[in-house]
T-cell receptor, first 115, second 115 residues
């Protein structure tokens, strides 16, 4: 069964460093998403991506964040200068062969720890 | 405003008991999409079910059943004859047309099944 994959599973970085989180969405999906979950809290939407551009982003997704689909398979989230409060689990999701209301399937997550 | 509420923070039951997880939502949209996801201790988000707002039929899948009631804006999830492996955090989430197709999440209910 096709699945979303994410690498790395755990990333530890120093405050101020740049990190890139990688995702490979399900191959025939058209919509891609990043969410984050601070430990013990609810899941929060960061950004959605369709047709090679951002379709929606939340207030969390400020200028420190960027997304890219550098090739036909990868979907990346970059945090330019990490802060302590960026420590969270980051989930990539993909959906949609038809519409953006299709079910979103999630990757296993990347746990980001900022020291 | 769009909102999803899971009032039960944590539920603990003994194995083989039935348990119901509540989810209520607020919206003025007439069309929306309802989801339940499971987050086991390993951390991934596992899709369980999707319903459309115009389809109020209840759904049963093995020991799992879902009761969607538009009149009370509720989408409750029942596990029959619970098992230890059902221990997880369960999230209710919705896509509202007014939310630009992002998933709006409840806070989650931590379900503990004791042997």
């Amino acid at each position: 069964e096709p699945e979303v994959t994410q690498t790395p599973s755990h990333q530890v970085t120093q405050m101020g460093q740049e990190v890139i989180l990688r995702c490979v969405p399900i191959s025939n999906h058209l919509y891609f998403y990043w969410y984050r979950q601070i430990l013990g809290q609810k899941v929060e939407f960061l950004v959605s991506f369709y047709n090679n551009e951002i379709s929606e982003k939340s207030e969390i997704f400020d200028d420190q964040f960027s997304v890219e689909r550098p090739d036909g398979s990868n979907f990346t989230l970059k945090i330019r200068s990490t802060k302590l409060e960026d420590s969270a689990m980051y989930f990539c999701a993909s959906s949609g062969q038809g519409t953006s209301t299709d079910t979103q399937y999630f990757g296993p997550g990347t746990r980001l720890t900022v020291l | 405003a769009q909102k999803v509420t899971q009032a039960q923070t944590e539920i603990s039951v003994v194995e083989k008991e039935d348990v119901t997880l509540d989810c209520v939502y607020e919206t003025r949209d007439t069309t929306y999409y309802l989801f339940w996801y499971k987050q086991p201790p390993s951390g991934e988000l596992v899709f369980l079910i999707r319903r459309n707002s115009f389809d109020e039929q209840n759904e049963i899948s093995g020991r799992y059943s879902w009761n969607f009631q538009k009149s009370t804006s509720s989408f409750n999830f029942t596990i029959t004859a619970s098992q230890v492996v059902d221990s997880a955090v369960y999230f209710c989430a919705l896509i509202f047309m007014d939310s630009n197709y992002q998933l709006i999440w409840g806070a989650g209910t931590k379900l503990i099944i004791k042997p």
